[in-house]
């Protein structure tokens, strides 16, 4: 089965410096994968390269089975692309947004306005879809971006850091979009600096760092891989870390320590696998 996305050693080269570094990877058709990685890590450039917004500086990417820089329309047309910035117009109304975005792709009358109101109605803005964008709160734009990239049906959906800026409430309702798109079959990518976001969503993570895959695997992979047990040690202000390969061994470990105080022992999680990989909190 051709991957639905496909890159073979990519740099992207700026100034002179790899901000990509020499990435390789795949998603497989109906794949969430999650790019997570701190702020300059490549993700966004990543993302730009792999939506034909910016060609890589060397090696091969392959979106739908179509080559992004010799078949850009092709890989256009099928995909959706969610970006970080609003890129929504705020004078129109939603529905105008709507309207433009399908002249865009081509999708004639009368399939464009059922597109347009079941888009609308999936993302729940249908009682909006006379306001002018500006009207919008922030999640509801999002939104609007999302049933904008859902109009000409892409097989796969990319977005980039889809909650950063939300409220914890209104992140909770796009993960619930997000979700259902992926359970009907859609492949996405996302990127984001949330670790509860790819913990919840992704079915594989990617780890960033300085424009390099730094890990690649489920969250039960990389856990099995780095450790599944910890052992905290609070020493003043700081938090020191060790990993064991189950809770159980970290437990064993706590007990014959003469020592106890400020020690204690639970289950791994992404968090504490970044830090070990990065030496880094992400926020
Ligand atoms: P992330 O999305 O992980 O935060 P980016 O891909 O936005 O990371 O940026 C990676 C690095 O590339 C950063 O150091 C950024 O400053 C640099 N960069 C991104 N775009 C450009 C550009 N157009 N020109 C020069 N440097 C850029």
New binding site residues.
């Given amino acids: 089965m051709v991957a639905a996305v496909s890159l073979q050693n990519v740099y992207?080269v700026?100034?002179k410096?790899p901000?990509?570094d020499g990435l390789s990877f795949e998603i497989q058709a109906g794949e969430m994968f999650g790019l997570l990685?701190?702020?300059?890590?490549?993700?966004?450039?990543?993302?730009?390269m792999l939506t034909t917004l910016?060609k890589p500086s060397e090696g091969r990417i392959q979106v739908a089975g179509f080559d992004v820089d010799h078949q850009r329309s092709l890989v256009k047309s099928h995909i959706g692309v969610v970006l970080?910035q609003i890129s929504i117009d705020s004078d129109l109304t939603v529905w105008e947004n709507m309207e433009y975005h399908g002249r865009l792709h081509h999708i004639p009358n009368p399939q464009r306005q059922k597109d347009i109101d079941q888009a609308l109605e999936y993302v729940e803005l249908s009682d909006r879809r006379n306001d002018p964008a500006k009207t919008l709160s922030g999640g509801m734009k999002r939104r609007l971006q999302i049933a904008r990239a859902l109009l000409h049906k892409p097989e796969i959906l990319f977005l980039?850091?889809p909650t950063v800026g939300l409220d914890p409430q209104t992140r909770r309702r796009l993960w619930e979009i997000i979700r259902k798109l992926n359970q009907q079959g859609m492949t996405m990518l996302l990127?984001t600096?949330y670790m509860d976001e790819v913990e919840y969503l992704c079915d594989r993570i990617g780890i960033?760092d300085a424009?390099k895959l730094i890990s690649l695997g489920t969250l039960e992979e990389l856990r099995q891989q780095y450790g599944k047990g910890i052992l905290m040690k609070q020493t003043g202000e700081h938090w020191d870390y060790k990993f064991f390969p189950t809770v159980e061994d970290a437990n064993q470990y706590l007990e014959q320590l003469p020592d106890k105080t400020g020690t204690m022992t639970r289950p791994s999680n992404l968090e504490d696998i970044f830090v070990e990989l990065t030496g880094r909190n992400l926020d």
């Fill in positions: 992207k700026y100034n410096v901000v990509v990685g701190p702020n300059g890590a490549g993700k966004s450039t990543t993302i730009r910016t970080q980039d850091e990127t600096h960033m424009g």
